[in-house]
């Protein structure tokens, strides 16, 4: 796949108001029965056959909110022993509470392997852990985002650009990506079974030892008891509205979405749940030339 080139000069839009009708900009070859969408932007993608279910501003960037984390965790498992072990740092916990980040409640001291830490990475959105292992990883926050970005390019995400391996927002600006985006780089991080198991569980607990005190985790998403659902992520910030990437395997088919700048919490897994359901049972087996 070509390396493509990142883009600069984003502008993060205004939320949407809470009166927000549902989109119409929908591209299917059933769109007349297509499930109305709420958020900015809406992507529907069948990995499984490359079939484009729905789009609807799916190029749009904007900013993604820790939709961003799937890309920490896919760079990390690219480069990481499971085994390794990550010290957690005073500058980690820091940064989530200065920043008004989500976090995993990691301690200074803590001494968590990775297999661990992914979890409380993506279940609660700990940007604690974020930091702690794009730091790790680097080594160095900003090299880190580097490979972020060098990730993004040789999977094709042309419209994508990180500032940070967390999403909270920055002084010098936001990253941003689109809908259509990240569901390419869902369904490349979902082809390693780590990443699969870690957003697919709902909770996940590691007991007290010597190097760590005990800790347990929630998923955020709530979606993982529908059938064959997968996760992935989900994402806050005032600019970025919310946002949910979520996935599940229905009838031999690998359907992935992603959801950016809905104004209402609760309504976006509604629509995930009501587009998975739509797209299960009116399946696409041929490549949408739009994939």
């Not at 600069?8 to 591209?27: D, I, K, N, Y």
């Not at 972020?148 to 600006?173: E, F, I, R, S």
């Not at 005032?238 to 979520?246: E, N, R």
């Amino acid at each position: 796949m070509a390396v493509l080139g990142l883009f600069t000069g984003f502008s993060a839009p205004a939320l949407a108001q809470s009166a927000q009708a549902p989109a119409s900009s929908v591209h299917s070859a059933t769109v007349d029965t297509a499930p109305p969408v709420y958020g900015r932007a809406t992507y529907l993608l069948d990995a499984s056959t490359g079939a484009v279910r729905l789009n609807d501003d799916g190029a749009r960037r904007m900013p993604i909110a820790s939709l961003t984390k799937m890309m920490t965790a896919y760079v990390v498992l690219r480069q990481a022993k499971l085994t390794d072990t990550v010290t957690i740092t005073a500058d980690d916990e820091r940064y989530a509470n200065d920043n008004d980040g989500t976090s995993a409640d990691l301690d200074p001291g803590d001494r968590v392997q990775v297999k661990d830490l992914l979890y409380g990475l993506m279940l609660p959105s700990g940007a604690d852990a974020a930091h702690a292992m794009a730091r790790t990883y680097g080594p160095g926050v900003d090299k880190f985002v580097g490979k972020m970005n060098a990730a993004a390019q040789q999977l094709g995400l042309k419209d994508t650009h990180y500032v940070n391996p967390d999403g909270l927002p920055m002084a010098g600006g936001d990253g941003y990506s689109t809908a259509q985006d990240q569901a390419r780089l869902a369904a490349a991080a979902l082809r390693d079974k780590t990443f699969e198991k870690v957003t697919s569980t709902q909770q996940y607990s590691i007991g007290s030892t010597a190097a760590h005190g005990a800790h347990t985790w929630n998923n955020t998403n709530e979606m993982l008891d529908l059938p064959g659902a997968l996760g992935v992520k989900t994402g806050f910030t005032q600019a970025a509205g919310f946002c949910l990437a979520f996935a599940a395997d229905r009838q031999g088919h690998r359907l992935i979405g992603v959801i950016l700048g809905e104004d209402v919490s609760s309504r976006r897994f509604r629509t995930a749940e009501s587009l998975l359901d739509w797209a299960a049972d009116n399946p696409a087996s041929q490549r949408n030339s739009a994939a």
